[in-house]
């Protein structure tokens, strides 16, 4: 197979392969994508061609079997600017790729104009409506790392954002890594006595102190996980909410938390979920670094705040840029207390409380 730009006597053919491919969603549990509507249109992908980013993937016979969309540059896709439920993990030049598709006459046509894609520029973002499954299975093939969700201009449904570069090859996205752990049945709300202990290193009784809860107070938790701590702060408060991206670890939360009456769970990204009430307390621990943007996780925490609400945090001192379980590797964007406090103060808080144990920074911040 070769690549080479599409010209103009290419269209006819392109066109035929994107009404296959709008066919093969539809068969696949993927009618919306592009067969709501007639998704691409022809004097889009005329314009494509007269621009040079069209490219066409051709057989050994010089056969047009497939199609993309390629450009590359800084800050080269509008869409890609605004990003909800994760974050972009390289903020370098990029290419990237839309409108892909193939006739289904050979295999791998996908995988190969990915591949040219990427060693164009080593650095490629693409992204995929929810329903195209077999897509998503493409892209994690090829080694990309799903980032989170953003949105287009021809529809309002979502899309699954997804990025490789050299330097995440091998990398798992933060959602698929904590929903894999409830799969490797590794929750530390049942944690044994001795591993509990070891976890108070960061939030033990001295991070719940901070909190200061009482029974007429509502409380946030930001990254609840299987519910570790929301069983501590569920009995010291009036109502407590936890959200968390991964709805694996939402699900183990609800049966590990039954038994709390006054707690609610919301599998949701923290940045993006639109929250209808504010709160006495909002807390973290340990989640601040899976946040690239932490200017952005601070003003929502202060804007969600009641007066004179307090918002904890426990921050590793561990300064590493990856968790590292053996089997997978996680991109994390470790905290210091400098810049927490300056995020803060920016954001109309003010520091209350610092403390400091063995392995964690513990802070509290007034609104």
């Not at 699954?160 to 929903?179: C, N, P, S, V, W």
Request: hydrophobic content about 35%.
């Amino acid at each position: 197979m070769k690549i080479r730009k599409s010209v103009p006597q290419d269209l006819a053919r392109i066109m035929d392969i994107y009404a296959y491919a709008r066919f093969f969603m539809a068969q696949h549990g993927n009618p919306k994508q592009w067969g709501a509507t007639n998704w691409p249109p022809e004097a889009l992908i005329r314009q494509d061609i007269a621009e040079g980013s069209s490219y066409v993937c051709t057989n050994d016979t010089g056969r047009i079997i497939g199609t993309f969309f390629y450009t590359c540059g800084p800050d080269i896709e509008p869409t890609y600017r605004e990003i909800t439920e994760g974050a972009w993990l390289d903020d370098s030049p990029y290419g990237v790729v839309h409108r892909i598709a193939s006739d289904g006459s050979e295999k791998g046509v996908g995988m190969f104009c990915l591949d040219w894609a990427y060693a164009q520029c080593g650095h490629l973002r693409i992204d995929t409506h929810g329903d195209n499954a077999v897509m998503q299975t493409l892209l994690k093939k090829a080694g990309f790392i799903r980032c989170g969700t953003i949105y287009v201009v021809e529809d309002h449904d979502p899309r699954l954002a997804y990025e490789k570069t050299d330097q995440t090859e091998g990398y798992t996205d933060i959602r698929t890594h904590y929903d894999l752990l409830i799969a490797e049945n590794n929750d530390p709300f049942r944690d044994p006595p001795a591993l509990r202990k070891y976890m108070e290193l960061w939030d033990g009784q001295a991070f719940l102190d901070l909190m200061e809860t009482d029974r007429s107070k509502t409380v946030l938790e930001i990254g609840v996980g299987t519910g570790r701590l929301a069983v501590k702060t569920a009995g010291h408060c009036r109502h407590l909410t936890g959200i968390d991206l991964s709805a694996k670890t939402i699900e183990r939360a609800g049966e590990n938390l039954r038994d709390c009456p006054n707690i609610t769970l919301i599998c949701g990204d923290f940045i993006s979920y639109p929250f209808t009430e504010t709160f006495d307390v909002i807390y973290s621990s340990l989640t601040m670094m899976h946040f690239k943007d932490k200017r952005r996780v601070i003003g929502k925490v202060s804007a969600l705040l009641n007066q004179n609400g307090l918002f904890c945090l426990s921050i590793d001192k561990n300064q590493s840029e990856r968790i590292d379980t053996g089997s997978r590797k996680i991109r994390i964007y470790p905290d210091t207390p400098e810049e927490i406090t300056a995020l803060a103060e920016e954001a109309g808080l003010k520091t209350k409380k610092t403390a400091e144990t063995e392995n964690a920074y513990l802070m509290a911040f007034m609104k």
